[in-house]
């Protein structure tokens, strides 16, 4: 039950309250193959997210020092009182 005729996770066909056939829809009918875009985004992503991760070591920042500085690179506004 549950599973469509395509044999993928959906809604099962059966009579609807209306008392009609309901189709049967894929779960994930939205989403399609990845292409090369999502693959080039999510290996960005992932090298920055490498690369600040290893801030203490390729940098002479220790944790707390490459810490606090990322997180003051990556404010979304500027602090308050500059302009």
Do not use: K, N, Y
Not at 6 to 34: C, D, F, I, Q
Not at 50 to 68: C, E, K, R, Y
């Amino acid at each position: 039950e549950g599973v469509g005729a395509e044999g993928g996770a959906g809604v099962a066909a059966g009579p609807a309250p209306s008392g009609r056939t309901a189709a049967v829809v894929p779960a994930a009918a939205w989403r399609g193959a990845w292409g090369w875009g999502d693959r080039i985004g999510l290996g960005l992503v992932g090298g920055g997210t490498l690369l600040m991760i290893l801030a203490p070591v390729i940098t002479p920042h220790d944790v707390g020092s490459a810490v606090a500085t990322l997180l003051e690179q990556l404010r979304p506004f500027p602090p308050s009182g500059t302009t």
